[in-house]
């Protein structure tokens, strides 16, 4: 029901900026909550940082004081600029929603395809 798109990934050397973008379509008012993970290869996909639909932030140590999420509700866009890059930041970053499914109160998940992101030395 809802469809979550990503972009804004690359290739930047350590210590520069990119901004993801997520753009969400469908069934958007059932979202309570949207963040960012990201995965390398062997390892298991890991939350970067969320926000709930009051605005609450959420961040992983490693990236607290380097990246922001925020919302744009009139666009129904999720974004996250990242900041001072390290190289250890490279792996795919996910788009997630968390969906409200039932009148009971049940949740769901939706991801984007991901894009991906590169921070050379």
């Known amino acids: 029901q809802v469809q979550l798109v990503e972009s804004g990934g690359g290739l930047v050397q350590a210590g520069g900026s990119l901004r993801l973008s997520c753009a969400a379509s469908?069934?958007?008012?059932?979202?309570?909550?949207m963040g960012w993970y990201r995965q390398t290869p062997g390892k298991e996909r890991e939350l970067v940082a969320d926000?709930?639909?009051?605005?609450?932030?959420n961040y992983a140590d490693s990236v607290k004081g380097r990246f922001t999420i925020s919302r744009d509700n009139a666009k129904n866009t999720l974004y996250l600029q990242m900041n001072s890059l390290k190289p250890g930041d490279t792996a795919v970053y996910y788009c997630?929603?968390?969906?409200?499914?039932?009148?009971?109160?049940?949740?769901?998940?939706?991801w984007g395809q991901g894009t991906q992101v590169t921070v050379s030395s």
């Open positions: 926000i709930t639909s009051l605005g609450s932030t």
């Open positions: 469908g069934d958007i008012i059932c979202i309570s909550a």
């Open positions: 997630h929603g968390e969906r409200i499914i039932n009148i009971e109160g049940a949740t769901g998940h939706s």
